[in-house]
T-cell receptor
Framework: DAGVIQSPRHEVTEMGQEVTLRCKPI?????LFWYRQTMMRGLELLIY????????DSGMPEDRFSAKMPNASFSTLKIQPSEPRDSAVYFC??????????FGPGTRLTVL | AQSVTQLGSHVSVSEGALVLLRCNYS??????LFWYVQYPNQGLQLLLK??????LVKGINGFEAEFKKSETSFHLTKPSAHMSDAAEYFC??????????FGKGTTLSVSS
């Protein structure tokens, strides 16, 4: 199995631009999670899906952030417009019921 | 509400010494508990998990952790540290079908 796949691995953009992060979960997993990691705040849950349905988005910082899961094999996290404070590493993780979450390699986002 | 506290943001040991990373949790229901490791510029990798079976859990790379309900603790240990163990370690708690709640992390340094 290829594991959780995230793209791009690195993204550098300018303030105000739209950013789209992508995630392919492990086949057969029914939960998908988006986390953000910063030095100041550590690992934070942004949103998670079960069977493609958003269950908890209370961690999404504000309306500039949105996430979708159109099918079981793909999810996106979009930031529009981006701001420098959005600079972080964004992780996608997936699991099958039993909470053993498998993490992708992350996307390092830098907003200038 | 669930929470995790990792005592000590930075632990330093000598190669061959005992590794002890501390984690205390708060949960109103029997929790699932996890230890993850993160190497520089990589995603999180599961070390071990507790899901209400044996209280002493063995993981990868020689690590183990003991669930102590009376102390609400889930400390991670390894008898003999190796240079390759230098990384950041995260304790996490969850319930079935929910996202992980992570501690702030403990950076382990190993000196020769």
């Amino acid at each position: 199995d290829a594991g959780v796949i995230q793209s791009p691995r690195h993204e550098v953009t300018e303030m105000g631009q739209e950013v789209t992060l992508r995630c392919k979960p492990i086949s057969g997993h029914d939960y998908l999670f988006w986390y953000r990691q910063t030095m100041m705040r550590g690992l934070e849950l942004l949103i998670y899906f079960n069977n493609n349905v958003p269950i908890d988005d209370s961690g999404m910082p504000e309306d500039r952030f949105s996430a979708k899961m159109p099918n079981a094999s793909f999810s996106t996290l979009k930031i529009q417009p981006s701001e420098p404070r959005d600079s972080a590493v964004y992780f996608c993780a997936s699991s099958f019921y039993a909470n053993e979450q498998f993490f992708g390699p992350g996307t390092r986002l830098t907003v200038l | 509400a669930q929470s995790v506290t990792q005592l000590g943001s930075h632990v330093s040991v000598s190669e061959g010494a005992l590794v002890l990373l501390r984690c205390n949790y708060s949960s109103s229901v029997p929790p699932y508990l996890f230890w993850y490791v993160q190497y520089p510029n990589q995603g999180l990798q599961l070390l071990l998990k507790y899901t209400s079976a044996a209280t002493l859990v063995k993981g990868i790379n020689g690590f183990e952790a003991e669930f102590k309900k009376s102390e609400t603790s889930f400390h991670l240990t390894k008898p003999s540290a190796h240079m390759s163990d230098a990384a950041e370690y995260f304790c996490a708690v969850s319930r079935v079908g929910t996202a992980l709640i992570f501690g702030k992390g403990t950076t382990l340094s190993v000196s020769s």
